[in-house]
Each structure stands twice: as structure tokens, then as C-alpha cells.
């Protein structure tokens, strides 16, 4: 529809009608031209031409007219659309006072869902669930498919906004079973999202005494929908799963969600038969290993992530490598080398994080920096733990590089402090000063985020360092700023760990002085060099 003629034809009869003053024909010409700016969005100009039809018709027609209760109807529309909930209840308060109609209306079914949804978003619960139920009265009378759906979704929404999710589970689970018996898959599809979503908050809110009635209402929801004609929707049961997961979790019956797992796996190779069935499969296999990690029985959980890589290695080709499958293969090698790790068998992980980074590699692909950080990372750690700190080096080095070429998480731990710590040490010795200033300086980062006495001995040194690498930069004033913030923090220091530090610094710092020819602050510092050094012998 060409919208700028329709306007155009309607303003030359507002002019022509305007000399003539015929109300009737300016009163429609104003509701069609706030029509056509409903329909381009423009709902600014269609409530002002909405209200101007509304004036004149308040002229001529009575408040129970239909052309009347179009036009307040029209307005309450756009007012919702605006945002403005109150406008729009007030008009579709006055189309229902003054709407002549029978009860099972269509146009009153869809009403009432209006007025329960002004209700409901202006909190008014108790009124919003009046008028949902009204409209899904007359929607079932009427068997209108879509109004039905409309008025079950609404009630569940106003009880998931009271957090009365039991409730609202109840109407999501009509719902499915009114899409059974229309045969209706989409609504059922909508249906079963709701349903979980609320069982969900449902679950999470709930303590543990509803254990065995939340585990039966999924498995209820599981026998009954998750199959129905030989559809399997991967979002759902996937959140079925996890909401399983969370129970087992909560109440520490690992062994049973295993099991139940187990159950699953079982059923799903006999009645699933689509490509989601795949992805289930795999989700499964690792949710018992995820388990079994969280009963702390680290070599079953080891056992059976390698399974999971094992029983899907058919997959391991680039032709049917989906995006879901290569992130399940990563995880799984994390999982596997942060547990040989945990159980101190550090070979082992570190043989399972290089087939990790070799799976990567084969991908030919840049989209898993942070999962090539991880590995090298893992790997690292457990060379220090075999004592082996040259090798130790290398792979933390590489962390350090993928760091700086690309945006990757780093965790705030004293692995990480040291790996910044050794690394830079490494640049320091090769005079790659620049680079050791920024791992000393990322390392210093991680070190403040913690105030206890140790953390802060070990700032001092990052300190210490970084004033060394400005120093042979030949850069004073950085250099003196950074052993000045580290011998703050030992003369505070009531252990005697660190005279010799302490003797070190206040030398550098009187030389420093010194050749700046600065002899007062020379002086100074060389005097507390030299008291240190007696109360040292």
C-alpha cells in the first residue's frame, strides 16, 4: 500500500470537509488516517489523529456505538504500544463498558487478554489474572487455536511474575496437552520452552525436601513430551538436563543422577531419531563425568570423559565436525588435564593437553586462543610441579604471547603471578625490558588485588624488578618511583627477611642520587645503607 497517497487523499478531504463541517465524514477520515500511521509506526501522529476521530464522533454517536468502541480500541492499541499502560488501560476499560456483544465473542476474548496484560505489566495481578481467565473462557468456548494459546501463556506469565512458578508450571502443561489434542507442534514447542523455564526458577528456588517431587515432575515431563511424534528439541531436553544436574547437585545424590543418566542414554538410542540425537548423546556422556567430578571420584570422571571422546570419534573428521562437537572435545580435554592434575599425575595431563592442542591445531582454525591458552597453561603448571622449570618456561612464555596477541582470560591465582614473575625474568636476562616491564606489571595487577602481608612483600619485589628494568633503560624518574614504592613496603615489614633487599635499594638509590649529583639525598640513603648493614652483622 502506498501510505504517502493514502494520506495525501485523506488531508484534501479533511480541507474539502472541514468548509462543509460534515462531522460523520471527517470522523472517519481521522481514525483512517491514524490507521495508516499505526500501520508505518508512526504512533504519535495515529493517537492524534485517534483523538481527534473520538472528538468529533462524541457528537454523534453514543458511547455503545460500534464506530465508537472501534476508535477507543484503536487508541488503547496504541497507547500499549507507547508504553503508556495506564492510557491503554483506561481505553480498553471504556470499549468494555460500553461493547454490546455475546459471550463468547472473539472480540471480547481478545479484550480481556488485553486488559490482563495492562493489568499485568502495571502489577495489578489480581485484576490481570480476572481478565486472563475471562478471555480463556471464551477462547475455549470458541476453540480458537491461537486465542487459546494466547490466554494460557498470559496466565502462566502473571504467576512467573509473582513467582509462583508452581503454578504457572500447571498452565504451560495444559497448554501442551491442548497442542496434542490440536496436533498443534509449534504451540507445543512454545509450551514445553515456557514449562522449563519456569520448572527451572521452580527447582532453584525450592530446597531440598522437594527432591523426589521435583525429580518426578521432570521425569513426568520427560516420558510424556520430550518424545512426542518422534520430535526431540536439543534446548529443552538439554535444560532438562541441567535442571536433573542441579537437583543431584543440591542434595549430593550423585550416584542417582547417574543413573538416571544412564537410564536416558539408554532411552534415547532406542527412540530418538534426528540430528539432535547426537548432541544429546554427547551432552549426557559428559554431564555423568561432571558428576562423578563432583562426587570427587576423579578417575571415573577422567574415565569418562575419555569416553566421550573415545565413542565420538567418528566425528573426528572436518567434514563432520559441527561447532558443538569441537567445543564438547575441548572441554573434555580440560576437564581431563585439570583432573590428572588434581590426582598429581602430571605426565599424564601433560600428555593429554598437547593431543588437545594438536585436536586444535588440525581444526585450522583461530577462533580457540583461550582454549590454547588453557592447555598451555595446564601444561606449564605441571611441569613446575615435576620441577622442571626450563620446560616450565616455554609453555608459560607461550601464554604470555597469546595474551598480548589476543583478548584471553587469565586467572587471578599464584600460578599466574609466577608465570609472570619467571617470564619476565626471562625477558629480563635477554634485555627485553619492555616486555618484562608489562608481565612485571600484569603480575603486580594480581598481587594487589590481595592485601594480606605476604602478598604485599611480594608487590615490593615486582616493584624492585620493574625499577630495574627502567634503570638500565637509563629512565631515573621511573626507576627511582618503583624503588621508592618497594622500600616503603619493606621498612614496614617487621620481619628480617629482607635486610639485604633493603641494603640493596637504599645503594642504588644513593647512587642514583649521586649521579644526578643530588649529594644531600645521596648521603641519606647511603647512611641507611650503612645502619643496615651494622645491624645486619
Given at each position: 500500500?502506498?501510505?504517502?497517497?493514502?494520506?495525501?487523499?485523506?488531508?484534501?478531504?479533511?480541507?474539502?470537509?472541514?468548509?462543509?463541517?460534515?462531522?460523520?465524514?471527517?470522523?472517519?477520515?481521522?481514525?483512517?488516517?491514524?490507521?495508516?500511521?499505526?500501520?508505518?509506526?508512526?504512533?504519535?501522529?495515529?493517537?492524534?489523529?485517534?483523538?481527534?476521530?473520538?472528538?468529533?464522533?462524541?457528537?454523534?454517536?453514543?458511547?455503545?456505538?460500534?464506530?465508537?468502541?472501534?476508535?477507543?480500541?484503536?487508541?488503547?492499541?496504541?497507547?500499549?504500544?507507547?508504553?503508556?499502560?495506564?492510557?491503554?488501560?483506561?481505553?480498553?476499560?471504556?470499549?468494555?463498558?460500553?461493547?454490546?456483544?455475546?459471550?463468547?465473542?472473539?472480540?471480547?476474548?481478545?479484550?480481556?487478554?488485553?486488559?490482563?496484560?495492562?493489568?499485568?505489566?502495571?502489577?495489578?495481578?489480581?485484576?490481570?489474572?480476572?481478565?486472563?481467565?475471562?478471555?480463556?473462557?471464551?477462547?475455549?468456548?470458541?476453540?480458537?487455536?491461537?486465542?487459546?494459546?494466547?490466554?494460557?501463556?498470559?496466565?502462566?506469565?502473571?504467576?512467573?511474575?509473582?513467582?509462583?512458578?508452581?503454578?504457572?508450571?500447571?498452565?504451560y502443561e495444559k497448554l501442551m496437552i491442548k497442542s496434542i489434542e490440536y496436533n498443534n507442534y509449534e504451540m507445543m514447542k512454545t509450551a514445553c520452552s515456557k514449562y522449563i523455564s519456569s520448572i527451572t526458577y521452580l527447582i532453584n528456588e525450592e530446597n531440598e525436601?522437594?527432591?523426589?517431587?521435583?525429580?518426578?515432575?521432570?521425569?513426568?515431563?520427560?516420558?510424556?513430551?520430550?518424545?512426542?511424534?518422534?520430535?526431540?528439541?536439543?534446548?529443552?531436553?538439554?535444560?532438562?538436563?541441567?535442571?536433573?544436574?542441579?537437583?543431584?547437585?543440591?542434595?549430593?545424590?550423585?550416584?542417582?543422577?547417574?543413573?538416571?543418566?544412564?537410564?536416558?542414554?539408554?532411552?534415547?538410542?532406542?527412540?530418538?531419531?534426528?540430528?539432535?540425537?547426537?548432541?544429546?548423546?554427547?551432552?549426557?556422556?559428559?554431564?555423568?563425568?561432571?558428576?562423578?567430578?563432583?562426587?570427587?571420584?576423579?578417575?571415573?570422571?577422567?574415565?569418562q570423559y575419555q569416553l566421550t571422546l573415545k565413542n565420538f570419534q567418528t566425528f573426528d573428521n572436518n567434514n563432520n565436525l559441527t561447532d558443538f562437537v569441537i567445543e564438547t572435545f575441548i572441554e573434555c580435554y580440560e576437564c581431563i588435564g585439570r583432573l590428572y592434575?588434581?590426582?598429581?599425575?602430571?605426565?599424564?595431563?601433560?600428555?593429554?593437553?598437547?593431543?588437545?592442542?594438536?585436536?586444535?591445531?588440525?581444526?585450522?582454525?583461530?577462533?580457540?586462543?583461550?582454549?590454547?591458552?588453557?592447555?598451555?597453561?595446564?601444561?606449564?603448571?605441571?611441569?613446575?610441579?615435576?620441577?622442571?622449570?626450563?620446560?616450565?618456561?616455554?609453555?608459560?612464555?607461550?601464554?604470555?604471547?597469546?595474551?598480548?596477541?589476543?583478548?584471553?582470560?587469565?586467572?587471578?591465582?599464584?600460578?599466574?603471578?609466577?608465570?609472570?614473575?619467571?617470564?619476565?625474568?626471562?625477558?629480563?636476562?635477554?634485555?627485553?625490558?619492555?616486555?618484562?616491564?608489562?608481565?612485571?606489571?600484569?603480575?603486580?595487577?594480581?598481587?594487589?588485588?590481595?592485601?594480606?602481608?605476604?602478598?604485599?612483600?611480594?608487590?615490593?619485589?615486582?616493584?624492585?624488578?620493574?625499577?630495574?628494568?627502567?634503570?638500565?633503560?637509563?629512565?631515573?624518574?621511573?626507576?627511582?618511583?618503583?624503588?621508592?614504592?618497594?622500600?616503603?613496603?619493606?621498612?614496614?615489614?617487621?620481619?628480617?627477611?629482607?635486610?639485604?633487599?633493603?641494603?640493596?635499594?637504599?645503594?642504588?638509590?644513593?647512587?642514583?642520587?649521586?649521579?644526578?649529583?643530588?649529594?644531600?639525598?645521596?648521603?641519606?640513603?647511603?647512611q641507611k645503607m650503612l645502619l643496615r648493614v651494622y645491624q645486619k652483622f
Amino acid at each position: 500500500m502506498n501510505y504517502s497517497d493514502a494520506l495525501t487523499h485523506c488531508q484534501q478531504s479533511l480541507e474539502k470537509f472541514h468548509e462543509t463541517k460534515n462531522s460523520i465524514v471527517l470522523a472517519e477520515t481521522y481514525y483512517l488516517m491514524g490507521n495508516i500511521f499505526q500501520n508505518q509506526t508512526n504512533n504519535d501522529m495515529a493517537i492524534e489523529c485517534y483523538e481527534k476521530s473520538l472528538v468529533y464522533q462524541k457528537n454523534i454517536y453514543s458511547d455503545s456505538h460500534p464506530i465508537r468502541i472501534r476508535t477507543c480500541d484503536s487508541l488503547g492499541e496504541v497507547y500499549f504500544l507507547t508504553g503508556k499502560y495506564q492510557l491503554a488501560l483506561n481505553h480498553f476499560l471504556e470499549v468494555l463498558k460500553n461493547k454490546q456483544s455475546n459471550q463468547n465473542d472473539e472480540d471480547l476474548c481478545i479484550l480481556h487478554g488485553s486488559l490482563a496484560c495492562c493489568y499485568h505489566i502495571l502489577n495489578q495481578y489480581d485484576f490481570a489474572l480476572e481478565h486472563a481467565n475471562l478471555s480463556l473462557t471464551i477462547s475455549e468456548t470458541s476453540l480458537n487455536i491461537k486465542d487459546i494459546e494466547v490466554s494460557y501463556i498470559l496466565l502462566g506469565e502473571i504467576f512467573d511474575e509473582q513467582r509462583k512458578f508452581n503454578l504457572s508450571v500447571e498452565y504451560y502443561e495444559k497448554l501442551m496437552i491442548k497442542s496434542i489434542e490440536y496436533n498443534n507442534y509449534e504451540m507445543m514447542k512454545t509450551a514445553c520452552s515456557k514449562y522449563i523455564s519456569s520448572i527451572t526458577y521452580l527447582i532453584n528456588e525450592e530446597n531440598e525436601e522437594n527432591f523426589e517431587k521435583n525429580i518426578k515432575i521432570l521425569s513426568n515431563f520427560y516420558e510424556k513430551y520430550v518424545f512426542l511424534n518422534d520430535v526431540l528439541v536439543y534446548d529443552d531436553l538439554h535444560r532438562i538436563i541441567i535442571n536433573i544436574s542441579v537437583i543431584y547437585l543440591k542434595t549430593k545424590k550423585f550416584s542417582l543422577g547417574i543413573q538416571q543418566f544412564k537410564y536416558m542414554l539408554k532411552d534415547i538410542e532406542i527412540k530418538a531419531n534426528n540430528y539432535d540425537k547426537q548432541k544429546i548423546t554427547i551432552f549426557l556422556f559428559t554431564r555423568i563425568a561432571w558428576l562423578y567430578e563432583k562426587d570427587e571420584k576423579y578417575d571415573l570422571a577422567v574415565n569418562q570423559y575419555q569416553l566421550t571422546l573415545k565413542n565420538f570419534q567418528t566425528f573426528d573428521n572436518n567434514n563432520n565436525l559441527t561447532d558443538f562437537v569441537i567445543e564438547t572435545f575441548i572441554e573434555c580435554y580440560e576437564c581431563i588435564g585439570r583432573l590428572y592434575h588434581q590426582l598429581k599425575e602430571y605426565n599424564l595431563a601433560i600428555e593429554n593437553q598437547i593431543e588437545g592442542l594438536f585436536f586444535i591445531k588440525r581444526l585450522n582454525k583461530n577462533q580457540y586462543e583461550q582454549e590454547i591458552f588453557n592447555f598451555n597453561y595446564t601444561i606449564a603448571n605441571c611441569y613446575i610441579e615435576l620441577e622442571k622449570y626450563d620446560l616450565a618456561l616455554i609453555y608459560y612464555t607461550k601464554c604470555v604471547e597469546i595474551e598480548k596477541q589476543c583478548s584471553v582470560d587469565v586467572d587471578d591465582s599464584d600460578a599466574s603471578i609466577y608465570m609472570y614473575e619467571i617470564v619476565a625474568d626471562s625477558y629480563y636476562k635477554n634485555h627485553q625490558y619492555d616486555l618484562a616491564i608489562d608481565c612485571y606489571e600484569k603480575g603486580l595487577h594480581i598481587l594487589q588485588l590481595d592485601n594480606d602481608q605476604q602478598s604485599s612483600i611480594e608487590t615490593a619485589q615486582f616493584h624492585y624488578k620493574i625499577g630495574c628494568c627502567y634503570k638500565m633503560q637509563k629512565d631515573s624518574d621511573l626507576f627511582i618511583h618503583h624503588f621508592q614504592i618497594a622500600l616503603k613496603i619493606l621498612e614496614d615489614d617487621q620481619s628480617n627477611d629482607n635486610k639485604q633487599q633493603l641494603i640493596d635499594i637504599y645503594f642504588e638509590l644513593g647512587w642514583c642520587y649521586q649521579q644526578s649529583k643530588k649529594y644531600d639525598l645521596a648521603i641519606e640513603y647511603f647512611q641507611k645503607m650503612l645502619l643496615r648493614v651494622y645491624q645486619k652483622f
